[in-house]
């Protein structure tokens, strides 16, 4: 069964630092690797995505994220964090097969806190 | 316009009452689901609905019921409500659960609290 594990409940960074998120995932094939971000009080949405090819995948908002097989890990990472980034981080794995549907399974989230 | 809608956003009720959310895409995706996330942010399936049919079924008490009228369209009935019910619905839509390439995409939120 596939599986998603993100070590860190929060992160606390300041402004302007830089960012990694850490991602580990479970799963017997190539995976489908997703990271979503959701803001306060809203859904979430889509920062990036991996499927295959380059290993060093870029997103929305300025986030990258690299997929590193012999780690089984998909981290996220910014430069620069700005104030508006303080939201919950999700990674997810897809490609798990069940009922005959392909359902991402997620992790349990980081709460990413940004201080001035 | 939006993606993916749900009404209400926000629903306060007494326990033992029926409730329902709706659910609306118009992406044009085949896939519907609803998430349930408690109060420490883990996400958790409920449901899928791919064209109308019931694909996914989680363990999830059977005073949950969904509908999906058309595939643009699913709601969750909550019968008998309970303090444990509290928590925050959403909706997601997806091109098609038989792709791997299964990126999911979601509703605002129906934050649901029983008192």
């Known amino acids: 069964a596939q599986s998603v594990t993100q070590p860190d409940i929060h992160i606390t960074v300041s402004e302007g630092a830089s960012l990694e998120l850490r991602c580990n995932y479970s799963?017997?094939?190539?995976?489908?690797l997703f990271w979503y971000v959701q803001s306060p009080g809203q859904g979430l949405q889509l920062l990036l995505k991996?499927?295959?090819?380059?290993?060093l995948v870029q997103g929305i908002k300025g986030f990258e994220a690299e997929f590193k097989r012999s780690q089984s890990s998909f981290n996220l990472r910014k430069p620069s964090v700005h104030w508006s980034d303080a939201a919950e981080y999700f990674c997810?794995?897809?490609?798990?097969?069940?009922?005959?549907?392909?359902?991402?399974?997620f992790g349990r989230g980081t709460s990413l806190i940004v201080h001035p | 316009d939006t993606a993916v809608s749900q009404t209400p956003k926000y629903l306060v009720t007494q326990m033992g009452n029926d409730k329902s959310i709706k659910c609306e895409q118009n992406l044009g995706h085949d896939t519907m689901y609803w998430y349930k996330q408690d109060s420490k942010k883990f996400l958790k399936i409920m449901f899928s609905y791919n064209n109308k049919e019931l694909i996914i079924n989680e363990t999830v008490p059977n005073r949950f019921s969904p509908k999906s009228p058309d595939k643009a369209h699913l709601n969750l009935h909550i019968n008998s409500l309970e303090l444990g019910d509290s928590a925050v619905y959403f909706c997601?839509?997806?091109?098609?659960?038989?792709?791997?390439?299964?990126?999911?995409?979601f509703g605002p939120g129906t934050r649901l609290t029983v008192l």
């Open positions: 799963y017997g094939a190539t995976p489908y």
């Open positions: 997810a794995v897809g490609g798990g097969l069940s009922g005959g549907s392909y359902i991402p399974t």
């Open positions: 991996y499927f295959s090819g380059d290993t």
């Open positions: 997601a839509s997806s091109p098609g659960a038989t792709s791997r390439y299964n990126e999911q995409f």
